[in-house]
């Protein structure tokens, strides 16, 4: 038995603002979190949750981690596209050409996503949220892989990417170069262990995988606060507080 991949976590600076971004981008319903934030309820075959929990920090560099999202056709995109720069979303430009055929976007605190043309046959059997695309290393998606027990989707010239046996959303890594941490990510996983399983238990195990216990300011009962082999910080919680 693994770990559970149960949210994404965002820090935000106005939890609710971006919570109604994203809900009204991803079609799902929100919910009261039980730290004092918004969480997003999936509709689709997603299989985790995504949370926005209140930070005073600022976002002061590109994301290691962010959403593309599908399209199936042109103007299905088109619609994506309008319907985020409605919501408050902006254009941002990171050296992408305009022949590779996909947009990229902020949401109203610089998150950076993209929305897929049609056509990319990489993402063709996902849902909405075809990946989760992160920058890290090789030994990181295999990490992942032991990790959640996804099995590997793509292993190919340090590239890694992973997918749950239930479908949903790819997990990818770009491999080298990877961009030096500079502080502590925005984006981050909240997992929980096994069915009935230990919390310390799992947290040992996660250790053994190459995980290291951390300490970025999160002193709360029932979780265990990691870092995998990158230094990307993820939280181990009990069922009860999520």
Not at 132 to 137: F, R, V
Not at 187 to 196: E, K, M, S
């Amino acid at each position: 038995m693994t770990a559970r991949l149960v949210a994404l976590c965002f820090d935000a600076n106005d939890p609710p603002r971006l919570a109604r971004f994203w809900a009204g981008v991803l079609g799902w319903e929100t919910a009261d979190d039980p730290r004092g934030g918004i969480t997003l309820l999936p509709g689709d075959d997603t299989g985790f949750r995504i949370r926005f929990l209140p930070s005073p920090e600022e976002k002061t560099g590109p994301n290691q981690m962010h959403f593309d999202l599908t399209s199936t056709s042109l103007e299905d995109q088109r619609r994506t596209v309008a319907r985020a720069l409605e919501l408050g979303g902006r254009h941002i430009d990171i050296g992408q050409l305009p022949e590779e055929g996909h947009v990229v976007l902020a949401d109203p605190e610089g998150n950076e996503f993209c929305v897929i043309a049609p056509g990319n046959a990489f993402l063709a059997d996902c849902g909405f949220i075809g990946a989760l695309a992160s920058d890290g290393s090789q030994e990181v998606g295999y990490f992942w892989s032991k990790a959640l027990g996804w099995p590997l989707v793509w292993d190919q010239d340090q590239e890694t990417a992973i997918r749950s046996p239930r479908g949903g959303p790819k997990i990818t890594w770009g491999g080298p170069p990877v961009a030096p941490k500079t502080g502590k990510n925005r984006l981050r996983f909240d997992l929980a262990p096994p069915a009935h399983g230990d919390l310390q238990a799992e947290a040992d195990r996660l250790v053994s995988l190459g995980a290291t216990r951390i300490d970025i300011g999160l002193h709360e009962a029932g979780q265990v606060v990691m870092a995998d082999p990158d230094g990307n910080e993820f939280c181990l919680v009990t069922p009860g507080d999520l």
